[in-house]
């Protein structure tokens, strides 16, 4: 394979006051989940076929680049982020053959292509965990994942009081080549991921020779997984506390967000910069504050960072106006842009988050009030589409798909469900594959049904049915993508004007440009910003006023 130098254009340069702009500055990134997108042989499950022969639609929908979760060699026990191989492809999605021709096929469209990398952990079926394995102690091979011998009169006990995200012991006893017990590795997620030892310098060389294997494939940028957790504290101390889930996000832990993580992307990012194109790393970092996140993405390292914080925010305008405020004063010194984003595989739809009372979390197991749920989704869309900066959008949330909440046991397979104590294992929810058509073998997805089963009536949210449909969330996507492009006051930027506003409406200013969101749940009168330009739902203007329907968001033109 060799690097596609014929990629989209860069659209860099220098602004007035001299700071480095580009591409990624205002983009607008779709999220593919390959498993779920779409199956080009009929076999059920998503693969890099189905992507490409898809690609047509992404670049209808306007979004400037595709992000694609996990296609890497692997055994699957966590949905692919257990890699084996980062230079394969798994045969479930195709070949280096087809993501090779994706690749060509989006820059030919003008879309750009964000892959994912996974660098706190393997599988544990890659080459070096199980020569570390079958060496047994003593192995060199040990010294890049974290062995430690156990607590205990007989090494019995985890070396620390490390918990597992995914429920249970960060722990794993190994048995020596002789059947005896033997030492213990560790893995924050399930046990067939251990965790990588970021000191030793060989991980560190085997990354570097991983990025520069996708940059030459033509890639163009990395979506870094568990940017937060590569570097632990030293001496792997006990955090001296059970239920550490509940700490997350809220304390620096000895083993996410330490400080040298930085010097890592730090020499990730000159090679990035070896590279023509404005290739970038965004970082999928979990920390107590945005503050914390802004860290990430100082000049000389990643570009973006996922605002984690703006996607547990409640549907409420005191809540928002406070996120949005710090989210852009934290980027603002580090000249990065601030990021939105409302979904992802990893979290219950906000169609269905805002279909239930606030408080509930990010993951959620009832499926609330839709028609409530589908408002306040597409209101919240625009809003985050006015944002400055960049939005992602995570596939299918441009239909309005609700989770799926009613999912049978027998046919759940994410990791941590099957696990106590740990994350609430209903992220299937979010992953059941998207409808392309209102009927036909798996609605569009492919010729051979798909691995979750889909809810009937499913069909009618499909794409074929949306498009050309009068309001419409697809069409409201559509428009809004659209619109964004061609206003000079939306996208890239870092200041909002806040507008005087009544009690639960949020209203602000960017140039030329006035956004307005009544996030109550009753109609609300307003003065007449400017003309009405996009909205959520249908309003009409009454002389100077204009009445905003509950959860709507207005885009005027000034």
Request: proline letters at 8%.
């Amino acid at each position: 394979m060799t690097q596609h130098l014929a990629a989209p254009s860069t659209g860099t340069s220098d602004d007035a006051a001299g700071h480095r702009t580009g591409w990624w500055q205002d983009a607008v990134i779709y999220q593919v989940y390959p498993r779920s997108f779409a199956d080009g042989n009929g076999d059920g499950m998503g693969d890099l076929a189905g992507v490409r022969g898809r690609l047509p639609y992404l670049r209808e929908l306007g979004v400037d680049a595709v992000w694609l979760s996990p296609f890497y060699a692997s055994p699957q026990a966590d949905a692919g982020y257990d890699v084996a191989d980062y230079r394969a492809i798994d045969p479930m999605f195709g070949t280096l053959l087809d993501a090779d021709a994706l690749i060509r096929d989006a820059h030919d469209l003008g879309l750009r292509i964000i892959v994912d990398l996974v660098p706190n952990h393997s599988s544990d079926q890659h080459e070096w965990f199980k020569r570390a394995l079958t060496e047994g102690p003593g192995s060199a091979l040990r010294d890049r994942y974290h062995f430690r011998p156990g607590k205990g009169a007989n090494g019995e006990l985890p070396p620390n009081d490390w918990e597992s995200i995914f429920g249970g012991p960060a722990w794993t006893r190994t048995a020596n080549p002789d059947g005896t017990p033997g030492d213990w590795y560790l893995h924050l997620f399930a046990p067939e991921q251990p965790d990588f030892n970021w000191e030793h310098p060989a991980v560190a060389d085997e990354f570097r020779s991983i990025l520069r294997f996708w940059l030459d494939m033509g890639v163009d940028g990395f979506r870094v997984d568990v940017a937060h957790g590569l570097v632990k504290a030293e001496g792997l101390p006990d955090l001296g506390t059970h239920d550490q889930l509940k700490l997350l996000g809220n304390d620096v832990m000895p083993f996410f967000d330490q400080d040298g993580v930085h010097e890592i992307y730090r020499s990730w990012r000159t090679i990035l910069d070896e590279y023509p194109g404005d290739r970038i790393a965004v970082a999928e970092a979990w920390t107590p504050t945005v503050e914390r996140t802004a860290n990430y993405v100082r000049p000389d390292e990643m570009h973006q960072a996922f605002n984690f914080q703006y996607l547990a925010t409640a549907w409420d305008a005191a809540a928002l106006r406070e996120v949005i405020d710090t989210s852009l004063d934290a980027m603002r010194p580090v000249g990065a842009p601030t990021t939105w984003v409302l979904s992802n595989h990893d979290v219950t739809r906000h169609a269905t988050r805002f279909a239930n009372p606030a408080g509930l979390g990010t993951q959620i197991r009832l499926p609330g009030d839709r028609e409530l749920g589908l408002r306040r989704a597409r209101a919240a869309s625009l809003l985050m589409l006015a944002l400055p900066g960049s939005a992602y959008v995570y596939q299918g949330e441009e239909l309005g798909l609700p989770d799926v909440t009613d999912l049978p046991d027998e046919a759940r397979q994410d990791p941590s469900f099957f696990r106590a104590d740990g994350q609430d294992g209903f992220r299937d929810g979010c992953r059941v594959p998207i409808p392309w058509t209102r009927e036909g073998s798996s609605y569009g997805f492919g010729a051979g049904g798909s691995w979750l089963p889909q809810p009937t009536g499913w069909g009618e949210l499909s794409v074929e049915a949306q498009t050309g449909a009068a309001g419409s969330t697809l069409e409201l996507y559509r428009a809004a993508i659209a619109a964004r492009r061609a206003h000079p006051g939306l996208g890239a930027g870092a200041e909002v004007r806040w507008l005087d506003a009544p009690e639960g409406l949020l209203a602000f200013a960017r140039p030329g440009f006035v956004c307005t969101v009544n996030t109550t749940g009753a109609p609300v009168r307003i003065p007449v910003p400017g003309t009405a330009l996009l909205s959520s739902a249908p309003v009409e203007a009454d002389g100077d006023t204009v009445e905003l329907p509950a959860d709507t968001t207005v885009w005027w033109t000034v």
